[in-house]
Nanobody, 115 residues
Framework: QVQLVQSGGGLVQPGGSLRLSCAASGIRFSIYAMGWYRQAPGKQRELVASVRGSGTTDYADFVKGRFTISRDNAKNTVYLQMNNLEPEDTAVYYC?????????WGQGTQVTVSS
């Protein structure tokens, strides 16, 4: 059974930081491209960042320089370090695993940036 279990998130003030984690089980983690998506109320889900099995990363323009995605293949875990958060970053964040068109999603975690 494949599981992507997310942790982290919560309420933070503008300019603050949060770290999201996503622990995978039931997949050969190292070969999967891992990513983080987000969905704000009334908006479509959008890609935030991704990291390939090789370690190559990619970021949406709106998080470049603020967010960092990383993975630990020994722990089957992917992380999203979010710094200098803005109210516009408020959304539900989803972990995503993709390999050869096989896709899995985490359960989602709320991130709220507000004073």
């Amino acid at each position: 059974q494949v599981q992507l279990v997310q942790s982290g998130g919560g309420l933070v003030q503008p300019g603050g930081s949060l770290r999201l984690s996503c622990a995978a089980s039931g997949i050969r983690f190292s070969i999967y491209a891992m990513g983080w998506y987000r969905q704000a109320p009334g908006k479509q889900r959008e890609l935030v960042a991704s990291v390939r099995g090789s370690g190559t990363t990619d970021y949406a323009d709106f998080v470049k320089g603020r967010f960092t995605i990383s993975r630990d293949n020994a722990k089957n875990t992917v992380y999203l370090q979010m710094n200098n958060l803005e109210p516009e970053d408020t959304a539900v964040y989803y972990c995503h695993a993709n390999w050869s068109a096989i896709r899995y999603w985490g359960q989602g975690t709320q991130v709220t940036v507000s004073s």
